[in-house]
């Protein structure tokens, strides 16, 4: 048995770790570097720290996968957070682990699953009691995309981890030392310092992912990975990441000790800073520096004229009161069905096939404004409504799709936000489109949502957000899962104001969607809506290699499994809303 590891290209005898040597590597080697089985691992730091002590320690299935200790840097109380990939970093002890099924399932590939998270937050407000700056060492692959880690509601346990960072009147600093990899990552890096390992990376989505939604083949992850810009170098060019810090003797996995002598000195210098900061002075410290994360143009009026409508996405029905039903319909006995469908009945239902469970339509943003504010009472932003999209990496025909998807929708980014009333009560709504690439949450939304929270707080309003979308827009690369604490943190401005924060989870509410807006204020589910969870179902089921159960990420299913308290009917959303607010 081998003790060490070499990636292929560590095998070329042209390749000597020099720093040209390094650059050369392609991007998706580059991808591979930042998770070799040899780089130091968040147990390997613990010895750059004095009087290091585990804390919240079960033996529970994931309480190993993010683990926390009590611990001083220089003598200054801090509280560890980090994401433990696997068993060791010595190759060796790893491929032994390796050959125990018990070790393989209690390292579950280094991905985090409810549990995990739990650790994290209970860590979280743990320092904030104890007036312990945070230091977080981030390294996943991704949280855990299994349907036991949904009916343990890992998006709400992800969202959490996020909402305790946004809120926590300590000091926080993340450290990406290895891969950090979608909202599995995410969770932890909304902090007030993101640090990242020169050698590391940081993404929302993996190259052979990407690969396949983009070229439709897994064999095409270089140049998804090259498009994607997914280096933590790349990151620092971006302005999500603040520093790197150098790996010192070539790379981490050569020499460790430089590597955590590099991380140490770099930690001393932020922890020193922010040990005199008070709750106060981190709160706005905090507020400044997420103010400035992303990315955005500015269109002109003339511009937005030419394409911004307010368009519906509700069928009308013939004079008869029919519609069509669907193409594809089949009964449970597998014979399909031509009859067209009465629309009141399909309107009950919430579009929803009463057949086979099919979803006839999404409504617009424009849909969902008509259903919750008060006929005429709504006004678009003016400090909102000329931001568009950025095509910041220049991904391929990402422009191409927003003109086009501009004119389809009349909207010109995933959100709207303006003033309205509900039954009189003036509010701050912002509501989403699905239509709009999907709803995917990107760098335009988290500033529209920062913006609008800044309106609520300034004219003491309540804040109402509709949430729809598939996940993070994986055109914008890592920027726009960054996004994400933002809005989480915007939102928690406006709650501590002292104002409701209300959000309407609808049909789909996945991934950076629910993690984000989707987790925060009080929840209510709409009512039939499906796809709500963390990780998709084609996602999970290509994963465990099983079908999901019936009814799986339904607002039903979810309740099952005491994740949705409150279901309501668009019809009756407005008198809803309003006696909560
Ligand atoms: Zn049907």
Redesign the pocket.
């Known amino acids: 048995m081998s003790n060490t590891f070499q990636l292929s290209f560590e095998q070329d005898p042209n390749f000597n770790y020099s720093p040209e040597s390094i650059e050369d590597l392609s991007e998706y080697e580059k991808y591979e570097l930042s998770f070799h089985p040899e780089r130091p691992k968040y147990l390997d730091y613990l010895s750059i720290f004095e009087n290091v002590n585990s804390c919240f320690e079960t033996d529970k299935f994931g309480n190993c996968l993010i683990q926390t200790h009590r611990a001083e840097l220089f003598g200054i109380p801090v509280m560890l957070v980090g994401q433990q990939s696997g068993p060791s970093s010595n190759y060796k002890n790893m491929r032994k682990a390796m050959m125990d099924p018990a070790q393989i399932q209690k390292w579950n590939h280094g991905m985090p699953v409810p549990i995990s998270y739990e650790r994290a937050v209970k860590a979280i407000y743990l320092a904030e009691e104890e007036n312990r700056i945070l230091l977080i060492f981030i390294d996943t692959p991704g949280a855990d995309p299994t349907e036991r880690s949904e009916a343990n509601g890992i998006a709400w346990r992800i969202g959490d981890a996020i909402h305790a960072l946004a809120d926590v009147r300590v000091p926080t600093i993340s450290i990406i030392i290895n891969r950090a990899c979608s909202g599995g990552a995410i969770a932890l890096t909304g902090t007030d310092v993101t640090l990242a390992l020169e050698h590391s990376t940081y993404l929302v989505i993996t190259p052979e992912a990407c690969s396949s939604i983009l070229f439709h083949t897994r064999f095409r992850a270089n140049e998804a990975a090259e498009i994607s810009q997914i280096t933590s170098r790349e990151g620092f060019n971006h302005g999500i990441v603040d520093e790197l810090i150098p790996e010192l003797g070539g790379l981490a996995h050569i020499d460790p000790e430089q590597t955590k002598i590099s991380v140490q000195s770099t930690l001393k210098k932020y922890v020193s800073r922010f040990s005199n900061f008070t709750g106060d002075n981190v709160i706005n410290n905090r507020i400044d520096r997420w103010g400035k994360i992303g990315q955005w143009d500015m269109i002109d009026s003339i511009e937005l004229e030419t394409f911004h409508l307010p368009v519906s996405r509700i069928p009308k029905p013939e004079s008869t009161g029919y519609i069509n039903r ?1 193409k594809n ?1 089949y009964n449970e006995n597998g014979i399909h ?1 031509y009859d067209p469908v009465l629309f009141s009945n399909l309107k009950q239902s919430n579009f929803i ?1 009463d ?2 469970g ?1 979803r006839y339509v999404r409504p617009s943003a424009w849909d969902y404004i008509d259903w919750m504010v008060d006929s005429g009472s709504f006004f678009e932003h003016e400090e909102t409504k000329f931001i568009a999209d950025k095509d910041i990496l220049g991904f391929p025909g990402y422009i191409e799709k927003l003109k086009e998807t501009r004119i389809k929708t009349g909207l010109l980014t995933a959100m709207i936000t303006g003033d309205g009333t509900i039954c009189g009560k003036k509010i701050v709504l912002c509501t989403t489109d699905f239509g709009f690439l999907g709803g995917s949450f990107c760098m335009s939304t988290g500033e529209k949502v920062w913006r609008a929270a800044q309106i609520a707080i300034n004219k003491n309003v309540p804040m109402i957000i509709q949430a729809c979308g598939g996940g993070a827009r994986m055109h914008e690369g890592c920027s726009s899962m960054v996004s994400i604490p933002k809005a989480q943190l915007a939102m928690s401005r406006v709650e501590q104001a002292g104002l409701a924060v209300v959000t309407l989870i609808t049909d789909p509410t996945l991934g950076g969607v629910a993690i984000g807006i989707g987790s925060r204020g009080q929840r209510l589910f709409e009512f039939n809506a499906g796809h709500i969870g963390f990780s998709g179902k084609r996602v999970i089921e290509q994963y465990t290699g099983e079908k999901t159960s019936p009814g799986f990420q339904t607002v039903n299913w979810l309740k099952e499994f005491g994740h949705a308290e409150e279901i309501v009917h668009p019809k009756n959303l407005k008198e809803k809303i309003f006696s909560m607010i």
């Open positions: 669907h319909c069905q096939c057949v086979c099919h």
